[in-house]
Every structure is written in structure tokens, then in C-alpha cells.
């Protein structure tokens, strides 16, 4: 199956600009896009990764992902990729550093174990995001196109109802946690042992609790 | 199965202070602990369910919950609950309202299908929530002891190492979103149909997203 990881080479996580200068947060992208990798990689599925870039990107070797460039925003980049087959594609956000193979499985399963209507497979399958966005999306109906501005997992809901497909959605913890905030940081250090959390503590970031909530505090 | 569920009957959920007074703070969380009994009645399987109050509450009759009054902070309580059987004991947060039954029962499950480890049943499975807490708890370990001060979630994988018991962690988004802040309420108007979602839409809230990022409006 194609998997398609939209990644801004260019100017990504703009709203970790409080903490991480431009060089930094590029930096910090590469790793979180190494992490997703990563979790493909790891799935127990045959996969085609193809990372959907605004920029050049080198991937490392050990990827087995090639590198698309395409400059347009994020949704007629994502709609070109979608309408290029009619095969089904799953797009992953390349900012979910929490992500690990069994929730990657989770999302392309075709049936999932306890699923509440185990018959025929969902037309499209959507895992939100935190904030009302979606952070994957599996479109097995050809005719589904999305569009990440706003409230994307309501909108989606409609968009594959609209095309007469039916919608499944995943419940996961590390699908839905994008790193968008500095705060998010925090749980990236707590949750996970990958690359990102490994660039923050490189950076010296760490948890912190002064006030009672969780966040970062750079050492 | 017995599953404990704390409710604090006197002043929950302050941090919606901003957008709820103290009355409807009440009202509010009554409906999100009515979603939480809901999800785990509609869970297949045999649950004894206890409501642990910090003052007398009355449950809706068709919740087969009990109630029992103790007014200690919720560690103590909690920990008075788990040490009042060498038996298997859960603990859900009250405050779940985007809950389910299939959730729940990837809580208590003894070996969850796709487990990375499939053998022994985990001594302690934890859920976490965003933040850095614990939502939810199973205990099989008679051993184990909770502490909910600061990033529980940390200290309750050490308190499992430390009493011998192994540790699986859940991953759901409908168990780690405990509405804490008022952003956490658009997470429940988008992705919840029950009491707490539509006690929400009867006080006039609805979703936002006037700046670009999802948020609730009061009507």
C-alpha cells in the first residue's frame, strides 16, 4: 500500500517558534519525520512510503522511502498525490513523533479486532488529531479528497460521506498527538524513546512540573 | 471485575472556572461521570462498578453503579480502594467523557490482540492522559499503590517496577482526553454524542474556529 508523509522542508512547526529558532525547528522535524519512518518501517504491512516534501529532502538510507517534491500547500499536494491512483493511499502526518508500528497497524487494518462493524472494510479511515485536525488519513475510496484547513476531522467525516464511503475512526493516543505547541514537547520526552525525544534532551530540554503542569523547561 | 471510579461531588473540574461557575461545574461533571458508567455498563464485561464520592452523590438507577463516600484526596481514597482486595481492581477518572465501551475494554483486557508482548497478562496497565497524568488504571498486582501528584504516569511506571509488576500501556485517545481546560471542551462536542457533549450544547457552547485553531464559544 502507498503512504504518502507530507513534510515542510522549509519552515516547519512554526508555532514552536517561542522556543526553537528556524534552524532548530527544522532540525527537530527532520527527527520527528525519521520517527514516523521509523513506525512504517516497522509495521508488519508491505508498504510504498513516499514522503511528499515542499523542498529537497534527503531521507537516510535506511528508510526505504523516496522523496516527492511538490511546493503547493499541504491539501492540493496531498488531493494530487490521491488522485495519482486508485489504489488506496494512507497519509501520515510526518509530525507524530509518538507514533509506533502497532498504531501504523491500527490504522491499515482492514478489520480491526473488536472493531464495532467488523464487515466490509471502511471506505476511509481517520485517525484525529488533537484541536480538531486529522493527523491520517487511509482513503480507500477513490473519489475522497481531503482538506486540512479548520476543523479537518469534522470536515473529512462529511467529505467521505459526500462520496458515499463509508468513515472508521482509530482511536489512538500517538496518532493523535501532532506536535504543534511547546507543551507538546513535554509529552513527546514522556512517551517516547525516539529520535525527537532524543533531539530535545540533545537540546536540553526537559519535563518540568514547577507550577503542577507538565511542560519543558530548557536547561 | 471491580472498576473504582473517583468523583470529586464537591468542586470538580476548576480549571473550567473561566467558563463555568460552580453550580454548572457540578452539573457538568455529573453528565461526563454518567458517560464514563455508560461506557463501562456497555464494556462486555462483568464489572462491579464503585462510584468513590467525596460526598454523598446519587447515580441514575440504570448505571448498576454503588456509591461510596470518602472524603480523603484521591490517592489516599484510591489507595484505600486498592488495598481493600487482593483481587484485580481498575481505576477510571471521572472526567472521560469521549470514553467507550470498546475503549474500556482495551483497558481491561489481558492480552490485547496485536500486543507486542502476548504472554503474561501485564501486573499494571496504565492509560495515560495528555499532561502527564494517569486516566485510567488496571491493577492486577495487589501490590501496586497510586500516587496522582504531578506526571503520574512517570511515577506510576517506576511504582510498577518497584513492586515487580509488569507494565502494558494503553493507547487511546478516548481515554487519554480528560477535560481539564476550557479547549478540552471542543474535544468533546467534536467527538462525543453523549450526556457531556450535549449538556454542553444545551449551556450554548459550540465549536470555534475563528483564529484557526479549534476552540469553544459560549452562545
Redesign the interface.
Known amino acids: 500500500m502507498r503512504v504518502v508523509v507530507p513534510f515542510d522542508a522549509r519552515d516547519p512547526n512554526t508555532r514552536l517558534d517561542p522556543v526553537l529558532d528556524a534552524d532548530e525547528r527544522r532540525g527537530f522535524a527532520r527527527a520527528m519525520l525519521a520517527d514516523v519512518l521509523a513506525a512504517l518501517r516497522g509495521a508488519d504491512r508491505d508498504l510504498d512510503v513516499r514522503v511528499l516534501a515542499t523542498a529537497p529532502v534527503g531521507v537516510e538510507s535506511d528508510t526505504d522511502a523516496d522523496v516527492t517534491v511538490d511546493d503547493r500547500p499541504l491539501t492540493p499536494a496531498v488531493n494530487a498525490a490521491l488522485a495519482a491512483t486508485e489504489e488506496p493511499v494512507a497519509v501520515v502526518m510526518a509530525d507524530l513523533p509518538l507514533v509506533?508500528p502497532?498504531?501504523v497497524?491500527?490504522l491499515l487494518d482492514p478489520e480491526?479486532?473488536?472493531a464495532?462493524d467488523p464487515g466490509e472494510a471502511a471506505g476511509v479511515v481517520l485517525a484525529?488529531g488533537?484541536?480538531?485536525g486529522t493527523n491520517a488519513v487511509l482513503a480507500r475510496h477513490p473519489g475522497f479528497r481531503v482538506d486540512y484547513h479548520?476543523?479537518s476531522?469534522?470536515d473529512h467525516r462529511e467529505a467521505a460521506a459526500e462520496v458515499g464511503a463509508t468513515v472508521r475512526t482509530v482511536?489512538?493516543?500517538?496518532?493523535?498527538?501532532d506536535v504543534d505547541d511547546p507543551?507538546d514537547l513535554?509529552?513527546v520526552l514522556?512517551?517516547s524513546e525516539g529520535k525527537a525525544a532524543a533531539w530535545l534532551r540533545e537540546a536540553g530540554f526537559a519535563?518540568s512540573?514547577g507550577d503542577?503542569?507538565?511542560r519543558v523547561e530548557r536547561g
Open positions: 509506533t502497532k498504531a497497524e491500527g480491526p479486532h473488536g464495532d484525529p488533537l484541536g480538531g479548520g476543523v476531522y469534522r482511536d489512538s493516543f500517538r496518532l493523535a498527538l507543551a513535554a509529552e514522556l512517551h519535563i512540573t503542577g503542569r507538565m
